[in-house]
């Protein structure tokens, strides 16, 4: 069975620090990737995709990056937090090639920048 | 580019009156796959029911929505609200040829009161 493993769970980061959340996908090989974050009470804005190991495509900019070193791994990062960083994020999977098939969402990655 | 609409950012209810939630997109897809998706508090989003068929009605936990091409449309229904159905409700779009794109609509909260 497939399944998505996010950490941390949450995490309470100073401004200006770095930040590192992490996603593994286990049971199929070559999934679509995605990040998604929502701000507190808001709505789910893409961040991140990636079709392929080392390919990530930005969604929107947020001062973040995302890297996928091994075909079942995706790494959120960003150097300098900002306050408006804080919020809920949510690592997703998807078939590729099966647009029939739902994104399966992580249990996300609950961030407060202080 | 494609699009899913929600114009609704708040519904508040009931308990026991009927339940719709509008959905509208804009797509190049000749195909396109239709999703809803519910969110509770403090949870991940899970896919709620799909549908890339004309005309035809989909059911699922007591919520069923209709894809009607000819007006671009998959309003969610039900037709008496819970208490539990509180949640936050997205419609989503993909092409039912695959790919990587998912597009989310801005969401809808349902709140419903005794």
């Known amino acids: 069975a497939q399944t998505i493993h996010q950490w941390p769970v949450a995490e309470i980061k100073a401004v200006g620090s770095p930040l590192s959340l992490g996603c593994t996908i286990k049971g199929k090989s070559s999934p679509n990737l995605y990040w998604y974050w929502q701000a507190t009470g808001g709505t789910l804005q893409q961040l991140f995709y990636s079709i392929t190991v080392g390919q990530v495509e930005s969604v929107v900019q947020l001062n973040l990056s995302a890297s996928r070193p091994k075909d079942d791994q995706f790494i959120l990062s960003t150097e300098k937090l900002l306050l408006s960083h804080s919020g809920f994020y949510l690592c997703a999977w998807r078939l590729p090639g099966q647009g029939n098939t739902e994104v399966f969402f992580g249990k996300g990655t609950r961030l407060t920048v202080v | 580019g494609d699009s899913v609409t929600q114009t609704e950012g708040l519904v508040t209810l009931t308990e026991g009156l009927p339940v719709m939630l509008n959905c509208t997109y804009q797509?190049?897809?000749?195909?396109?796959?239709l999703f809803w998706y519910v969110q509770h508090l403090n949870e991940s989003p899970r896919l709620l029911l799909k549908s890339f068929t004309d005309n035809k009605r989909t059911e699922h936990q007591g919520f069923h929505a209709t894809l009607h091409k000819s007006s671009s449309s998959f309003h969610l229904q039900k037709s008496s609200a819970q208490l539990s159905d509180s949640a936050l409700y997205y419609c989503a779009l993909s092409d039912r040829a695959g790919g990587y794109k998912v597009v989310f609509g801005s969401g809808t909260r349902l709140l419903v009161s005794p």
């Open positions: 797509t190049i897809y000749s195909n396109p796959f």
